[in-house]
Structure formats: C-alpha cells, structure tokens
C-alpha cells in the first residue's frame, strides 16, 4: 500500500510551527506511532508540512523500505515544488497509470528532469529505491551542484565503468 499523499488544490500547506500539543497529536495520528516512537520527532518535523501523510489505513510504516514513488512524493513536497498533471492522454512511462496517486509526482519529476525511465521505458514506482537512486532524486530536486568523481566514493558503490550513471551524485 502506498503513502497515501494525494492533497487537493484547495488544501494549503501550514508554514507556522505546530505547537507542542499539536506536535503531540502528529504521532498520535498513526496507529502504529507513539510520543516516545523514535519516528515521532522525525514526523514532528515532516508531518507539519504534509510531506508524509501515512497510510490509508492510518499507519506510518516507519521500518518499511521506501519506494520510488513514495519518494519522489516527499522530496518534492520538501522542495515545494508545484505538482503538475499531464494533459489527457499524455504518457508519462509505460507502467505508470493517470490515476495512481503518485501519477502527478512522477510526471512532474520527469518533466523536470529530475527522473528517467529505465532502458525498457519503465519507472518501477513500487521498487524499493536503492541509495544512489535516492542520492540522485534528492540533489536534482533541490537543484545541488554535483561533481565529476573518477573513483568509487563510497565500498558498496563500486565503480564498474567510469560512465556509471550514479558518479556525478
């Protein structure tokens, strides 16, 4: 089940601070949070800005890996990036359909060029996304500079040839 994150254009997003009580209340939202969760602080932090919203069944799923989808959908809501639709008919890669909820995200991320497809034309919205794929979303989305690296910078990055698409993050 995905992070349920479909907002409407009529909802706006708060920039004040909750407070303390209302802070409280975040971690309360979600069946499977508590105030002395150690995910509570982190959605203190995010929640205020409806970056994560949970689950339709009203959980987080904090130890749960994060996809491709789910992901897009907090950077760019962290980014405050407006989301944008496609027009009628418009693709946007082969196994991502109009009306998913994450739909509008993935165009608008690929519209920035923010996102590509795989060779087979595919996003994988639901595919656990991996470091450097989260690596790369994230910089793009915040417009970071990257740089050219020649060696693998990282033991379980290793650099099997010098184009890897994953060097410049």
């Known amino acids: 089940t995905p992070i349920d994150t479909q907002t ?3 909802e706006e997003v708060s920039t004040e601070t909750p407070s303390t009580e209302q802070q409280d209340t975040i971690c ?35 130890d749960n890996q994060i996809n491709r989808a789910e992901l897009l959908k907090i950077t760019l809501s962290y980014a405050n990036i407006e989301i944008i639709s496609p027009a009628q008919n418009e ?16 165009y608008t991320a ?25 690596v790369k979303i994230i910089l793009k989305t915040l417009k970071a500079e990257t740089g050219i690296v020649s060696s693998a910078p990282y033991e379980d990055t290793p650099v099997i040839q010098n184009n890897a698409w994953y060097l410049p993050y």
Do not use: H, R
Not at 91 to 98: E, G, T, W
């Open 28 to 62: 309360q939202t979600f069946a499977d949070i508590t105030a002395t969760d150690d995910f509570c602080q982190i959605l203190k932090t995010v929640n205020q800005n409806s970056i994560i919203t949970g689950y339709s069944d009203g959980t987080f799923k904090g």
């Open 91 to 106: 693709p946007i890669f082969s196994d991502v359909k109009a009306d998913e909820w994450y739909a509008n995200y993935v």
């Open 110 to 134: 690929k519209t920035l060029g923010i996102i590509d497809c795989y060779p087979n034309g595919t996003f994988m919205p639901a595919q656990a996304v991996n470091k450097a794929e989260a």
């Open 8 to 10: 409407t254009p009529e």
